[in-house]
Structure formats: structure tokens, C-alpha cells
């Protein structure tokens, strides 16, 4: 009986400990999130989107984030606009009307993909939700009351938290009138600016956030001789920690292309097998495609570079929504491109 109860209290503490190691951290900040600031009083949400893109290495100009979202002087902008600009490609055309000659007609300047997000809010307050996020390095947009006295609304980007301290640790991009650009909240204010419902939006529920993301494919190879062996992995990865439903489900990617692209004096092995390009139909929220390649140099061992280019089409709508100055934001659906580029060296 006593070796069962030690056996019992042992298999206990192991299962706390593996719980422990694999939950959410007490204390999390997400590095190298770059701070911006908001160019004109309107554009907190354009420069807390500018963020997110330098997170990922991706430069883009602020006036142009103010055109795709469709920004504009009296409203700012929408929430559903936030997760679209986010998503903005090579395949689409700025919808702004306020300021076209800052119009992109085929993608940001400077970024032909787009990255991927889903936009949530809810009734309930998420913030366990923005933990597990924040831990996983994918920095939140939220849309929140500017402060406790001021129900005017904000966009700010929450990079950290602390449970020690209760604290939620933010990004505010109006770096004017003595607000911190790291903006400390505690939990209990936190819930309170955060329970905040966009006026006139379809939406209708408070605790927004944006969560946004880049691909983050695997890729290894070996070289064999003149020869170099490459595999490849990508997952069409979700990050967001609720349950599955239409809300915090990816849109089906229609097609997911990888393709290779070799510099100079390499060529895939003649083989009638390989493909430089690989093409998948209809991929799923969560799912993994997997490319090998054998390549062949001339010469030994194999020096030189490769480039693989991952792409998943999908598409997407934004809701008609009129604001409170009753300024019309049509309905309008979109097709785009989320991407990336991975180089390599032999």
C-alpha cells in the first residue's frame, strides 16, 4: 500500500512538472518588436501594423499601411481593415480613398507578400489568450479605450506580460503629451481600456486583438559528393490558442506553391521526378507539405546559394460598415498572397 501511494504521489509531481514546462510562462517580452510613431492623429492602427512588419523584417512606408487600410481623418481605422492590410500582396490593389497618391496597386512597394492573421474579439475577456500568444513571439494589435478616462479608441501592440507584477506590457504609437512609448497596463485596467466594442461595426463585441505572423518553413541539406540533398517543410501554422471555429480558423489556402531557385552553375539532378515547382490544391489550416530536391554542382563539394519561395493563395472579405459620421466602408472581397523567401548557402 505505501508503494502504491509513493508510486502514486511520484507520477503525480511528474505530471505537475510536464504541465509546468510546457504551459505559459509567468513573465514573457517579445524582442525586436521596432516602436513607431503614429504620423498624424488618426493612424494609431497603421503604426501599430507598421510594428508587426518590422518585426518580420518587413519595411513599409506608414502612408501606405493609411491606403490599404482605408484610414481615414474622423475614424481611423476599422478593425477588419487591420487583418486585411496585414494580408496585403502583389495580387491586390489599395481600396483607401483618402489619400491616392499613396495608392499601391499591386502590393506594398517593398513587399509582394502578405503575412498571415486572424482578427478575434469576444465577449469574454482572452487575456490567457494573448499570453500564449505573446510567449510564442507573435505580438497582438488590440483595439482598446485610450485610457480609463478617455473611451476614445486606440490601437496599441501588447509585446509582454508579467504575472508577478499583473501587468500587460504595450507598444502605444501616440509617443506625444507624456505617454510612454512602453506603456505598462495592469491586469485589472487592462480588462476595463480593453473592453472596448468599435462603434457601428458588424463586429459588436469588445476584446479585440489581431494576432499576426510570418511562415516559418524548415529547411535543411546535405551534400553528398557534388550533389546536395534539400528537404523542405512548411506548415500553413495557426498560432492562435482558441478553439477552432470561423473566427480563429485560417481561410483555405486555394493553392500552396513551393518553388527553388538555384544560382549559377546548379541544376537539379535530371531526374523525371523533379520539379522545381510543387503545387498543392486546397490546404487546410494546420496542414504540412514536405519538398525534396536532389541538386547537382559543377563542382565539388557544392558552393552556391538557393532561394525557396513558399506562397498560399487565399482570399478573404471585408464587411460593409458605416462609422459614426455614417462615411461608408463597402463590402469588398480580395484574393492575396501569403509568402515567403528562405536563402541558403551550400
Not at 481600396?95 to 492573421?117: I, M, R
Not at 457601428?200 to 494576432?211: D, I, L, M, T, V
Not at 525557396?308 to 472581397?333: A, S
Request: aromatic fraction near 12%; charged fraction near 15%.
Amino acid at each position: 500500500m505505501q508503494i502504491t501511494s509513493s508510486l502514486f504521489i511520484t507520477l503525480f509531481t511528474l505530471l505537475v512538472i510536464i504541465q509546468c514546462s510546457y504551459g505559459t510562462p509567468s513573465e514573457y517580452l517579445i524582442q525586436g518588436v521596432p516602436y513607431q510613431r503614429q504620423v498624424t492623429k488618426y493612424n494609431c492602427g497603421d503604426a501599430s501594423l507598421q510594428m508587426v512588419f518590422g518585426y518580420y523584417n518587413r519595411s513599409v512606408n506608414q502612408k501606405e499601411i493609411d491606403d490599404v487600410a482605408r484610414t481615414t481623418t474622423k475614424e481611423g481605422t476599422l478593425s477588419y481593415d487591420i487583418v486585411r492590410a496585414a494580408q496585403f500582396s502583389i495580387l491586390s490593389s489599395s481600396q483607401g480613398d483618402v489619400k491616392p497618391k499613396h495608392e499601391d496597386s499591386h502590393g506594398y512597394k517593398t513587399n509582394p507578400f502578405g503575412l498571415s492573421a486572424i482578427g478575434y474579439s469576444s465577449d469574454e475577456f482572452w487575456i490567457d489568450g494573448i499570453k500564449q500568444l505573446v510567449s510564442q513571439d507573435v505580438p497582438v494589435i488590440v483595439l482598446m479605450a485610450y485610457a480609463l478616462n478617455d473611451r476614445g479608441g486606440h490601437f496599441r501592440v501588447v509585446i509582454g506580460y508579467d504575472d508577478i507584477t499583473e501587468t500587460v506590457v504595450t507598444l502605444d504609437p501616440w509617443d506625444r503629451n507624456n505617454q510612454p512609448t512602453l506603456f505598462n497596463i495592469s491586469y485589472t485596467d487592462f480588462e476595463i481600456m480593453w473592453n472596448y466594442t468599435e462603434p457601428g461595426s458588424p463586429r459588436g463585441q469588445p476584446f479585440f486583438g489581431a494576432a499576426i505572423w510570418d511562415l516559418t518553413p524548415v529547411v535543411s541539406h546535405y551534400n553528398v559528393g557534388n550533389q546536395s540533398f534539400i528537404t523542405s517543410e512548411i506548415t500553413y501554422q495557426n498560432y492562435f490558442p482558441l478553439p477552432r471555429n470561423v473566427n480563429t480558423t485560417l481561410p483555405t489556402a486555394l493553392t500552396q506553391l513551393t518553388s527553388i531557385h538555384l544560382s549559377q552553375g546548379i541544376h537539379l539532378l535530371n531526374n523525371a521526378d523533379q520539379q522545381s515547382s510543387i503545387l498543392s490544391l486546397n490546404v487546410q489550416d494546420g496542414d504540412t507539405l514536405t519538398a525534396k530536391w536532389v541538386v547537382e554542382c559543377s563542382m565539388e563539394p557544392c558552393v552556391g546559394t538557393y532561394e525557396i519561395q513558399y506562397q498560399y493563395l487565399i482570399t478573404g472579405q471585408v464587411p460593409e460598415t458605416y462609422d459614426t459620421h455614417n462615411h461608408n466602408y463597402p463590402l469588398y472581397q480580395y484574393q492575396d498572397i501569403i509568402g515567403k523567401n528562405y536563402t541558403a548557402s551550400f
